[in-house]
């Protein structure tokens, strides 16, 4: 009965075609060498908060890392232009590990991506080449220097203060060339965020230096990223990447290129004296700015008394030529009566002199009070100017102080948060070496006993920490489908260069969709015909020809399948799809348990996007992505290789050619099934 029993079930795994996982070998990790560009202090548009900082804590984060930094800070175009070729002559002949990382305004302009200079003034397309800095530039120079592998990380777009030179918002798709992992700090066609005061740093750069201090992988570190940068946003900020690499990588290897955790818990040591002594030295110029307003104070009191005083003075001597003068006048009647001419003329004459000296002498007095009114009223108000002054270096050394406590707070916690970090990473790491050295039974086991807890859950929470925990775990797709479903993304879906608009979460099947496929054997003889049409959508899982059983789930996934020789189901459901965007160049594993009438098997799936392009089936002429796929038993027996052709939007693929290579059986054959029909069923 067993040799029955197995002999059943590699027939079932010859014919459904099932699933693997395999791993890479790590390859020695030498020379490594980082271009960190960081622009914010531009001339002709709005300056940036943060990327300068985004820069410097990248900067120093990978010269921990083991990498050898070139640094530009606030680069005009010649400057950003003379570091990528200092780069190339640092790279040469070395089979480095290269990375590009950019931090600043960034925009697209026929499907090419631009780096822009703090010198950059961009009235009209054309400036554009002729004043920004190609992306493509620094990937020939990568490519001239024949480099092992190219990291490119560009959190640009914070804004866009170009409308009238750019294509379309953000950057534009690209697909990374070979040997080279492309990160953008969010989706093609949408703003960035700059972050905000307190943490210093931009959202993904934020994010991104926390995961870099972990030891995993590369696809690890920006899967996670991803995440957290999604949950932070809400959605609105969604990082996006495209890979190439066909070896593995991780920026903190745990043993040759690492980072200690201590070195950042001593830095932020330093940090916090620096922001004490920052705050006591702000406070002391307070007292002594508050002691100096004092004495103003008293001098401009005794400058007032000292006004007073000569004023009173002036005002005495006022009355006292006012007494004189008409003294005079009284004189000068009295002479008017004297007879003699001669005597009266004389005594007028001497009288008018008088007056006229004591007129003279009146508008003197008249003057000085004048002038010393205005100097008065300039004394005064060059006085409220210096207590204004003080009053605002007062209010400016306050809230110097304040920033500084403040700082000494954020600085507090972001310390007691990066223990936690700490902590987490510990755990993080620990667990993948765990899982890393068990076997793929145990491995699944338990990352599906952790899926079985969320799978039926509507908090996207759970999905984020189940994916933040296993980013590239058997069920990754599922889970991401999930969230995917859960949380509709913000950002703006562009259009690829080649016109394909995805929107990640959406169902794959509708009711009513309807399908029709033929199977073909090697020498295109009919092996089968199939039609399939959609009869019911409930709770996520798809029932198809009035069945009473689901068969796939609203991603794609396999549930079940009825053979000729009987059920068999599968769990968790097989999923082919990525469970977020097709992107050329992504890889996924899957594993799932099948389940027949004799008895259950864990099964495996290597899968990875490899083109886009037509492919040509009954139905007609469409533009696809191929997948390949390697089917494995855990002992690694291939029993299956797979090419399909999927559209993102449908739930079956329009081609696949299967070849069962007989890998525990003398059965060795090959199949094509091929969509002969497909019709969309009503919204």
Known sequence: MKHHARSFLKYLLLGLALASFASEAQSPQDVRIALVIGNAAYKYVPVLGNSGNDAKSMAFLLGRLGFKVLEVVDGDRASMLRAIEQMRGQLNGKQAVAMLYYAGHGLQLDWR??????????????????????????????????????????????????????????????????????AFATAPGNVAEDGDEASGNGLFTEFLIKELQKPTSIENVFKRVRLQVRQKSQGRQIPWDSSSLEEEFAFNDGVKNTFNPDDLIRDAKEKQERLRAEAEAAK????????????????????????????????????????????????????????????????EAESKERERLLALAAEEQTRLAREAERARIKAETEARERERQLALAVEAEKKRAQEAAQALERTRLAEAQRLKDIELAKVQ?????????????????????????????????????????YPSGSITEQATFALESLQKAKVIAQAAKDGVTQTPGAARFRVGDYYEQRTLDERGNPVQSTKIKITRIANGFVYVNDSTEPTRTVDGGLISVNSTRGKVTFDPPRLDFPGGEFSIGKKWTWRSLMRTGLGQTLIESEVKIVAFEEVAVPAGTFKAYRINQVQKLPDGTVFNRLTCWHDPEWGLSLKC??????????????????????????D
């Open 284 to 347: 002391q110029k307070e007292i002594e700015i508050v002691r100096q307003r004092e004495l103003e104070r008293v001098r401009l009191a005794e400058d007032q008394k000292r006004r007073e005083t000569e004023a009173e003075e002036r005002r005495k001597r006022e009355i006292e030529i006012a007494k004189q003068i008409e003294l005079e006048r009284q004189r000068l009647a009295e002479a008017e009566k004297i007879k003699e001419q001669l005597a009266r003329q004389r005594a």
């Open 113 to 182: 991506n631009y780096m822009v200079p703090v010198d950059a003034k961009l009235g009209k397309a054309d400036d554009v080449p002729r004043q920004t800095v190609d992306i493509q530039e620094v990937i020939r120079v990568f490519k001239s220097a024949a480099t092992r592998m190219n990291i490119i990380v560009l959190d640009a777009c914070r804004d866009n203060p170009f409308p009238s030179t750019t294509s379309s918002k953000g950057l534009a798709p690209l697909d990374a060339p070979p040997g080279t992992f492309l």
């Open 429 to 469: 790491a620990e667990l993948e070496a765990r899982l890393k050295n068990e076997s793929a039974e145990k491995q699944f086991e338990i990352q599906k006993a952790d899926w079985d807890k969320i799978k039926d859950s509507k908090n996207p929470d759970d999905f984020y920490a189940f994916l933040n925990k």
């Open 657 to 682: 050619l299967r070849d069962f290579p007989g890998g525990f059986s003398n059965e060795r054959r090959k199949e094509t099934t091929e969509l002969v029909t497909r019709q969309r069923g009503p």
